[in-house]
């Protein structure tokens, strides 16, 4: 019994949870990062109240991002600690949508 867990409840790792998730990675970790921030800036006008969108803004025609709706005006820590080697070996146990989830 998982304590906090509700009875009936299906645990993360049984194979329906697997099914749901896949535990697939089928992107780098700062391309997981850069939708993310992206997905901040989706959900509203102006730059969101995320420490992953700290240093960014909307973006514009010729921003440093074109691929993404933001621009990076300067370095992000935070953004910096999530691409390193540690979150890459964590997204590849656990794949994209664990990963964004």
């Known amino acids: ?10 645990h ?3 194979s329906a949870a697997k099914k749901k998730f896949a535990f697939e ?4 970790q700062a391309d997981v990062v850069r939708r993310v921030i ?4 989706a959900r509203r006008s102006g730059a969101p109240d ?3 969108a700290l240093g960014c803004t909307p973006g ?6 074109s691929s993404t709706n933001y621009e990076s005006i300067y ?4 953004v910096v600690l999530l ?12 794949g994209d949508v664990l990963m964004t989830h």
Do not use: D, K
Not at 2 to 10: D, K
Not at 38 to 41: A, E, I, L, M, V
């Open 60 to 65: 514009r025609a010729g921003g440093t991002l």
């Open 1 to 10: 019994t998982l304590v906090g867990v509700p009875a009936g409840a299906v």
């Open 50 to 52: 995320n420490v992953l």
């Open 75 to 78: 370095p992000n820590a935070n």
């Open 83 to 94: 691409t390193n080697r540690t979150w890459e070996t964590i997204l590849e146990r656990i």
């Open 38 to 41: 992206s997905s901040q800036f």
């Open 12 to 14: 993360p790792f049984t």
């Open 25 to 28: 990675q089928a992107s780098e």
